[in-house]
């Protein structure tokens, strides 16, 4: 069965942009007799060759992601957002750092981490995210390395370092592209933070469009 969705964005204007997804329900299902609401045209049934090709794919040891070029399919889903400045969701960072955190025996580190990654409002302390530039960002990020670093050795004495490591691979870059601070002012946000349920594009020519919670 083939469902199709479109995409608006956050002005609620429909994008040239769709998503269909396909369930596999291990029977046939009619071909609707009415026209797509949306376009006018008439529904059409997959052909017997190309329902074959599918179904031979999915059960594959591939299984679905078999079916489609990741890449071209990933290109054609962002080329209507070329221009635009993608903002990860603070909550997921800090929930990401929450869960990592312990799974690498360092739970000690956990507020530690945090306050060092986005500050504290309490002490009145800026963390590295709120760098004005990559530049510093970056250099920040070495810092607090280098102190992460020696405070988890001085927890697991014989373990490789590892929360230094999984920062730099996992974290930093989305952080340097679309977190600091001059990125969020760009985007409309002023000093707060994107801390949307899921991530999203600003476009950086309408930064006042934005609805931000």
């Known amino acids: 069965m083939r469902t199709a969705t479109t995409i608006s964005d956050s002005t609620g204007v429909e994008l040239q942009l769709g998503l269909l997804e396909y369930r596999f329900t291990g029977r046939k299902h009619h071909v609707s007799p009415h026209k797509i609401p949306r376009s006018g045209k008439s529904y059409i049934p997959t052909t017997p060759s190309t329902r074959d090709a599918i179904k031979e794919k999915v059960t594959s040891h591939k299984g679905h992601s078999s079916i489609f070029d990741r890449d ?25 750092v929450i869960r990592k955190v312990p799974d690498m025996g360092l739970n000690d580190m956990k507020m530690e981490v945090l306050k060092n990654i986005f500050g504290s409002d309490k002490d009145k302390e800026k963390g590295i995210v709120d760098s004005t530039d990559e530049d510093k960002f970056v250099a920040k990020v070495s810092s607090v390395a ?21 920062f730099c691979e996992h974290i930093q870059e989305d952080m340097k592209e ?26 950086s020519t309408s930064p006042k469009s934005w609805k931000r919670r």
């Open 178 to 203: 679309g977190m600091l601070l001059s990125t969020r002012r760009k985007a409309g946000l002023g000093d707060e933070f994107l801390t949307m349920c899921k991530n999203a594009a600003i476009s």
């Open 146 to 166: 280098d102190k992460w670093d020696g405070r988890e050795q001085r927890i697991h004495p014989e373990k490789e370092l590892q929360f230094s490591k999984y």
């Open 72 to 96: 071209k399919t990933q290109e054609g889903f962002l080329s209507p957002l070329r221009g635009c400045t993608f903002l990860p969701c603070k909550k997921h960072v800090e929930d990401d």
